[in-house]
């Protein structure tokens, strides 16, 4: 099968138009057609969001560094590509990527009475190709709903691991405890806020399943510049992430605790691939400067919580030389994360996609992300700072097209 039919095929299946339409019990069907593709393989959850990805990164690359083949199936490529998986820190090849779906269809095709949504066989897919390439570890990024989980085909799980999850965001505490009553060995909280650890103790309890906390009081910055941060953590010294973001440090004491956690089932984790791994990961979406000066940033940021670790890490990097104005690239369907940049004058807005009612004025309308770039290339060469956030997949696609409109 060549690459293009194995991408039309994928493209022919309909997308849920509702999440309710997920059915697990295809999903599972689907995967024991498929030969029961779990066995044999360590499962850890996370859920979505930048602290989410930031973390299965940085785990992925800690358990890889040590030889084991890892999988990451995240739920925020596009269902009808490679990037619905990544296979040791990559995209699959395209010969490897024609075989499973090859192998997927043909099973397909003998269960022809089921109707199977693209969320569906993408997951199953993905699966298989961690089958296929001989995971010994599958970590699901996103991969749950409020309503549904693609990836409880695999639960219990060895590890499930939980970033900042708000208080107020009940969906997401709600998404991660769906996860530890499915079944886990252990649990790892970056969250100790009342109303979340309430609801993860709780779970943890109901199950009888350990539950451990990151410290930060355990954390203290050794260094720091605008690409780079060395930290200790928990007495020891020597750990560097490739970005200073507050959240991603976080998400670092996580990956800590949880390579921790892997070790006390018995796995050779030495301190010296913790630290490795750690320094190495890269694709975190978390804080990169573009460029000093004038001052371009791109990170990843859903929420008004992960918007202010943005600033507050800005602040840190830039000190003095932080910019009073800002232009702001952010999705036209997230306006209302601006509320965090309070106290800061926003020279302009531009919105990528259609722009929600606004009373603003300041807003320039992009259609697609090309179209922002260019955007911000312009106002670069005019001296003009810029600060862009919002979902991973946004700070992720725009920085490639900024680079590319630099000429990189």
């Known amino acids: 099968m060549k690459y293009v039919n194995s991408l039309k095929y994928m493209n022919s299946f309909e997308a849920a138009g509702a999440i309710s339409d997920v059915s697990q019990k295809?999903?599972?069907?689907?995967c024991l057609s498929l030969g029961r593709i779990n066995i044999g393989t360590s499962s850890v959850f996370l859920p979505a969001?930048?602290?989410?990805?930031?973390?299965?990164?940085?785990?992925?690359?800690?358990?890889?560094?040590?030889?084991y083949k890892v999988g990451r199936i995240t739920g925020v490529g596009d269902y009808d590509s490679r990037e619905?998986?990544?296979?040791?820190?990559?995209?699959?090849?395209?010969?490897?990527?024609?075989?499973a779906v090859a192998e997927l269809k043909a099973t397909v095709i003998k269960n022809s009475d089921e109707k199977y949504l693209k969320e569906e066989i993408s997951f199953a897919l993905a699966l298989l190709l961690c089958k296929m390439h001989g995971c010994e570890y599958i970590i699901f990024e996103g991969t749950s709903g409020e309503d549904y989980s693609?990836?409880?085909?695999?639960?219990?799980?060895d590890l499930v691991v939980i970033p900042t999850v708000l208080d107020g965001d009940?969906?997401?505490t709600r998404i991660a405890c769906d996860a530890i009553k499915r079944g886990s060995r252990e649990v790892i909280s970056g969250n100790q806020k009342k109303g979340v650890y309430d609801m993860i103790s709780n779970a943890c309890v109901t199950g009888g399943i350990r539950l451990?906390?990151?410290?930060?009081?355990?954390?203290?910055?050794?260094?720091?510049?605008?690409?780079?941060?060395?930290?200790?953590?928990?007495?020891?010294?020597?750990?560097?992430?490739?970005?200073?973001?507050?959240?991603q440090r976080d998400c670092a004491m996580l990956v800590i605790e949880s390579a921790l956690a892997i070790r006390r089932d018995g796995i050779k984790l030495p301190w010296a691939s913790i630290s490795s791994g750690l320094s190495t990961a890269s694709g975190c979406a978390c804080f990169e400067v573009v460029s000093a000066s004038p001052v371009v940033i791109i990170d990843s940021a859903g929420n008004i919580s992960e918007t202010a670790a943005l600033i507050s890490t800005m602040n840190e990097v830039f000190g003095q030389g932080t910019p009073e104005s800002l232009s702001v690239c952010i999705p036209a369907d997230a306006l209302a994360l601006l509320s965090a940049l309070e106290g800061r004058e926003i020279r302009n807005v531009i919105a990528v996609g259609e722009a929600e009612n606004t009373k603003r004025d300041d807003i320039i309308s992009c259609n697609s992300m090309g179209d922002a770039a260019k955007e911000i290339v312009?106002?670069?060469?005019?001296?003009?700072?810029?600060?862009?956030?919002?979902?991973v997949e946004f700070a992720l696609e725009l920085k490639q097209q900024i680079l590319k409109q630099m000429g990189y």
């Open 84 to 99: 619905v998986v990544y296979l040791d820190g990559s995209i699959p090849e395209i010969e490897e990527y024609n075989r």
């Open 212 to 247: 451990n906390f990151t410290s930060k009081i355990g954390f203290e910055v050794e260094h720091m510049s605008s690409i780079k941060l060395s930290f200790s953590y928990g007495g020891r010294s020597g750990y560097t992430v490739k970005s200073p973001s507050v959240l």
């Open 170 to 172: 009940k969906r997401s």
């Open 150 to 157: 693609l990836d409880a085909v695999c639960a219990p799980y």
């Open 378 to 391: 312009s106002l670069m060469s005019g001296g003009g700072d810029a600060v862009c956030f919002g979902s």
């Open 26 to 30: 295809r999903i599972r069907e689907l």
């Open 49 to 67: 969001g930048a602290s989410g990805h930031a973390t299965a990164v940085m785990l992925e690359s800690v358990i890889k560094s040590v030889g």
